[in-house]
């Protein structure tokens, strides 16, 4: 068959899409761009905010209009909480976030017009499924999904009701596909989940996420490796002075803040406060040599004040972020939040949105001002507008000019800012 995907979310979608891309080929299908004619169209949601559900069902609908006799088919977050929206919409296989290779299954099997739901009881699971690491050839990059799963349960997060509890890949299994993706070419690795904080806890080994992170490091010394999101928590004195040890571990960490207003940050369910938070910044700071610190901020949770939002602007500058992500807070039914009292209008949600994002972008311009007239590695991507795109150690993009640089790691002198990336000179080699 001709199929293609369409993926909206996080790395962990990202991963399972590529996951299901190498499936698909070695099957012998063929897979196609989605704005193509195809036999079949997978559509992997995502729920985190009311907009994701969006985007989603706009894919669906779009599949279906590109080609009616096709079969359409869709998994995911929003699939799993809520399969009867999907089902509304007449789509012909619905899955969830599990059993991703049996999703294939049925795909496979699938009749046009005759539609299946196989949903789980997601809280029931307790196994990792392993699915296999890279994607499509010509990738850089690629992501492991080394854990699954969350147990937090923030008031605002419907994540936990679609992923269902912690589950790890086992040590040793992440240990062989690091090694694997260098005999393929690969020269990055992203170590990512849900919670990978969380890694370790179901396998009751007494090992955590530092552990796991060493061991892939030194088992593929050739590969960049980068974390996914962490809990602030994670950053420890003992993590710090493990993980700056080791040499080819990106310092870029993106510690989910949420708030920056104790008041709020209680409301929402999180395991920390701001000086806790600032101890993780301050250590990081310690250990790593300008580490990149990024994160994600919800404006207009339920009940902040302008006082409120006044405290987390502080606290962003005082965090000193290099890049943030910034979500206007969105209602998920069956959470607590969503039923929560003094809901923040939308017109004010969207204006705090739009300050934050003015103090973001000085904080950002602040950090990328100390690479001018460094030279800083970067591994090279994609060519793009004439210029060679890639990443830093700290995943700040770099963009230059020069020749057939795909998947070349490169010394760049940076020499401007052009907004949130890095133009430089690539350093020839004496």
């Not at 599990?98 to 299954?105: A, E, M, P, V």
């Not at 994670?234 to 803040?257: G, K, V």
């Amino acid at each position: 068959m001709r199929i293609a995907i369409y993926t909206l979310g996080c790395k962990v979608n990202q991963y399972e899409t590529q996951a299901m891309e190498t499936i698909l080929r070695e099957r012998g299908h063929t897979l196609v761009g989605f704005d193509e004619a195809a036999d079949a169209y997978i559509v992997n949601t995502c729920t985190v905010t009311a907009v994701s559900d969006k985007k989603s069902r706009q894919a669906i609908r779009r599949a279906q209009r590109l080609s009616p006799d096709a079969v359409v088919a869709v998994c995911g977050c929003y699939a799993q909480t809520t399969p009867e929206d999907i089902e509304a919409l007449g789509v012909d296989l619905i899955s969830g976030t599990g059993d991703r290779i049996g999703f294939l299954d049925e795909l496979e099997r699938t009749v046009r017009g005759r539609q299946q739901v196989h949903v789980d009881a997601v809280m029931r699971r307790r196994e990792f499924q392993f699915l296999p690491a890279g994607g499509l050839d010509g990738r850089t990059r690629a992501m492991l999904k080394v854990e699954d799963g969350c147990v937090n349960f923030c008031t605002y997060c419907a994540i936990p009701y679609a992923r269902g509890p912690v589950r790890s890949l086992p040590l040793e299994q992440a240990v062989c596909e690091a090694k694997r993706l260098v005999g393929e070419g690969y020269r990055e690795l992203v170590l990512t989940g849900i919670e990978i904080s969380s890694w370790g806890k179901d396998l009751r080994q007494g090992t955590s996420l530092i552990d796991l992170v060493e061991a892939v490091c030194r088992a593929a010394p050739e590969l960049r490796i980068r974390l996914g999101s962490l809990e602030p928590r994670t950053i420890t004195e003992d993590f710090c002075a493990r993980a700056s040890a080791l040499a080819n571990l990106c310092p870029h960490f993106h510690l989910s803040l949420q708030s920056g207003c104790d008041a709020t940050l209680q409301r929402m369910n999180r395991k920390y406060d701001t000086a806790r938070y600032l101890r993780s910044c301050a250590l990081l700071r310690q250990y790593f040599d300008r580490p990149a610190i990024t994160t994600d901020l919800i404006v207009g949770f339920p009940g902040e004040t302008e006082e409120e939002f006044g405290q987390t602007l502080d606290f962003l500058r005082a965090a000193r972020f290099a890049a943030m992500h910034i979500f206007p807070y969105s209602r998920r039914s069956g959470t607590p939040a969503c039923d929560f009292p003094d809901q923040v209008p939308t017109a004010v949600k969207e204006e705090r949105a739009h300050r934050a994002a003015a103090v973001a972008e000085a904080l950002e311009a602040d950090y990328l001002s100390g690479f001018l007239g460094q030279t800083v590695p970067v591994l090279f991507e994609e060519e793009k507008d004439g210029l060679w795109r890639g990443h830093a150690p700290n995943y700040i993009e770099v963009r230059a000019e020069g020749e057939n640089l795909h998947n070349e790691l490169r010394p760049v002198c940076i020499q401007s800012i052009c907004g949130s990336l890095l133009r430089g000179t690539v350093v020839r080699e004496a």
